[in-house]
C-alpha cells in the first residue's frame, strides 16, 4: 500500500496477557519509530530503528516492552504481560530519511481489562 | 521533563474567530515541525520550518520559527469547524519529539 499501515487496529487484551503489534512501513523508508499516545496528549517517544538497527529504546517505558524489525521493513512492538497503564494507542511512524516528514499509520489502540 | 511546552493544551471557540498555538523550548532545533491530528488517525504534517524568523503561510495557517530557534507558533486566521483537531509541534533531536499537544475545537 502507499501508507504505513498498522494491524490490529483495535486491541483489547486481558491483564497479564502478551501482545504483538505490527507495522508495515513505507516501502523504501529507512527510519521507522514507534509512540505511545494517551488520549488528548501528543505522541510519547518508544523507540526508533534505522534500517534493521534500533538505534534508541530509551523511551520503552519497562522491560516488558520489546520492539524488532528483523529484516529492516515490518517492525513488530511486543508487550509482555500487560497491565492497565499500557492502554493507550501505539502509533508507528516511517521516514524516508533523517529530519524528513514522519509518516504515521492509524494506530493501534490497546486497551487492557 | 516535558521538551517541548504546547500552550495553551485546549481551545474551544467560534467559527470566524483567530487564534494562536505556541509551543516552546529551553533548547535549540534544527527544525520544528506542525502536524494536525484528527480522532482515530495519525498526526499528518502540515509544515517544517527551519530558519530562524521564518515565517511560513498556509492557507489560513501561519506559522513562525522564533529567531533562536527555541521556539514557534501556529496562527489561524477565520477559524472554521475543519480546523477542529490535535495540534502538535515537535522538534528533531535525532529522534522527532512531540509536544503535549493542544486540542482545537471550532463551532459552528
Known amino acids: 500500500g502507499a501508507g504505513v499501515s498498522q494491524s490490529p487496529r483495535y486491541k483489547v487484551a486481558k491483564r497479564g496477557q502478551d501482545v504483538a503489534l505490527r507495522c508495515d512501513p513505507i516501502s523504501g523508508h529507512v527510519s521507522l519509530f514507534w509512540y505511545q499516545q494517551a488520549l488528548g496528549q501528543g505522541p510519547e517517544f518508544l523507540t526508533y530503528f534505522q534500517n534493521e538497527a534500533q538505534l534508541d529504546k530509551s523511551g520503552l517505558p519497562s522491560d516488558r516492552f520489546f520492539a524488532e524489525r528483523p529484516e529492516g521493513s515490518v517492525s513488530t512492538l511486543k508487550i509482555q504481560r500487560t497491565q492497565q497503564e499500557d492502554s493507550a494507542v501505539y502509533l508507528c511512524?516511517?521516514?524516508?530519511?533523517?529530519?524528513?516528514?514522519?509518516?504515521f499509520g492509524q494506530g493501534t489502540r490497546l486497551t487492557v481489562v | 521533563t516535558q521538551l517541548l511546552e504546547q500552550s495553551p493544551q485546549f481551545l474551544s471557540i467560534q467559527e470566524g474567530e483567530n487564534l494562536t498555538v505556541y509551543c516552546n523550548s529551553s533548547s535549540v532545533f534544527s527544525s520544528l515541525q506542525w502536524y494536525r491530528q484528527e480522532p482515530g488517525e495519525g498526526p499528518v504534517l502540515l509544515v517544517t520550518v527551519v530558519t530562524g524568523g521564518e515565517v511560513k503561510k498556509l492557507k489560513r495557517l501561519t506559522f513562525q520559527f522564533g529567531d533562536a530557534r527555541k521556539d514557534s507558533s501556529l496562527h489561524i486566521t477565520a477559524a472554521q469547524p475543519g480546523d477542529t483537531g490535535l495540534y502538535l509541534c515537535?522538534?528533531?533531536?535525532?529522534?522527532?519529539?512531540f509536544g503535549q499537544g493542544t486540542t482545537l475545537q471550532v463551532k459552528p
Open positions: 515537535a522538534g528533531n533531536t535525532g529522534k522527532l519529539i
Open positions: 511512524a516511517s521516514f524516508p530519511g533523517a529530519g524528513t516528514e514522519a509518516f
